[in-house]
């Protein structure tokens, strides 16, 4: 049974790069079964996919975040992680981690239970 | 691809059947997944593929539609089940959520 859990983050100081981390568990980052994706969540607001990772390397991210975003694999601690550059107060959110099977035209089914970011001084 | 989710709230009572319909900007095919999410926790995958139904999801719970217009039925609301719904589409990259339906009692 897959399951995920990211990192703890905090506070992240306004310009500073956001950086998380999901841990895998009951399964491999290496695999090429399944997608890795990041989601925010604003206080109060939508859902906003960030990106996602696949087949190892591939990598799809949100047009309106893509400048800034880097979704990247560690095999070695069975983990995929998140940096985002440059933030704002806009970038405060909850982050999830989640996965589906394969590739983006599959459903992303299981989830981080999600971790609060803050982007003050 | 937008994605247009409605009511954005209803209130309801337990037993009641509901309906929250979600509308894309261009057609998808089935490629509509639906989820719950309650407060603090993270959206749960309810319904994917427009219309089949996930793993330990009751059975009240049924989506339909197909091309740009879908929709969610519950068909005996719980108490369990006061919650914000979303659609979400993945079809085509960036993956887009709708706004939300939250589930109020009445």
């Known amino acids: 049974q897959l399951r995920l859990q990211e990192s703890a983050s905090g506070l992240v100081k306004p310009s500073q790069t956001l950086s998380l981390t999901c841990t895998v568990f009951?399964?491999?980052?290496?695999?090429?079964?399944?997608?890795w994706n990041w989601i925010r969540q604003s206080p109060g607001k939508d859902l906003e996919w960030i990106g996602n990772i696949y087949d190892r390397v591939t990598t799809d991210y949100n047009p309106s975040l893509k400048s800034r975003v880097t979704i990247s694999v560690d095999r070695s601690k069975n983990e995929f992680s998140l940096k985002l550059s440059s933030v704002t107060a806009a970038d405060t959110a909850v982050y999830y981690c989640a996965s589906s099977v394969l590739d983006y035209r599959n459903p992303m089914d299981v989830w981080g239970q999600g971790t609060t970011v803050t982007v003050s001084s | 691809i937008q994605m247009t989710q409605s009511p954005s709230s209803l209130s309801a009572s337990v037993g009641d059947r509901i309906t929250i319909t979600c509308r894309t900007s261009q057609k998808i095919n089935n490629f509509l997944n639906w989820y719950q999410q309650k407060p603090g926790k993270a959206p749960k995958l309810l319904i994917y593929?427009?219309?089949n139904l996930q793993s330990g999801v009751p059975s009240r719970f049924s989506g339909s539609g197909s091309g740009t217009d879908f929709t969610l039925t519950i068909s005996s609301l719980q108490v369990e089940d006061f919650a914000t719904y979303y659609c979400?589409?993945?079809?085509?990259?960036?993956?887009?959520f709708g706004g939300g339906t939250k589930v109020e009692t009445k």
């Open positions: 979400q589409q993945n079809y085509g990259v960036p993956l887009t």
């Open positions: 009951g399964g491999s980052v290496s695999s090429r079964a399944y997608s």
């Open positions: 593929t427009a219309s």
